[in-house]
Nanobody
């Protein structure tokens, strides 16, 4: 089992930047892949990105490419989501999730693909 702790959210002005962290404890970090999801009140949880704990090329949804960067640090057992040029529509609760093994193009963005979830961290972007 993997326990996830997300942090780094806050209130920022549009155009600013944030780095979210997801610290993982439990099983071997490199055996898992991690996803970042965002949920806005009243809407379904939306996949943002995914990366293997061992590193490699992340997956992103098209709408965040160029502004969001996902990375993993196996030594720190932490996955990061760097968000630049924040927009009001980026407001929401950001969750990290984990699944054993690798994600693929056809499943990385599926909520059902992930078995472990962190508690979420709130990002609020003011205009």
């Amino acid at each position: 089992e993997v326990q996830l702790q997300a942090s780094g959210g806050g209130l920022v002005q549009a155009g600013g930047a944030l780095r979210l962290s997801c610290a993982a404890s439990g099983r071997t970090f490199g055996d898992y892949s991690f996803g970042w999801f965002r949920q806005v009140l009243g809407r379904e949880r939306e996949a943002i990105s995914s990366i293997a704990g061992s590193g490699g090329t992340p997956f992103y949804i098209d709408s965040v490419k160029g502004r969001f960067t996902t990375s993993s640090d196996s030594a720190k057992r932490t996955v990061y989501l760097q968000i630049g040029d924040l927009k009001p529509e980026d407001t929401g609760v950001y969750y990290c999730a984990a699944t054993k093994g690798f994600t693929a193009q056809w499943n990385w963005n599926l909520v059902s693909h992930y078995d472990y979830w962190g508690q979420g961290t709130l990002v609020t972007v003011s205009s």
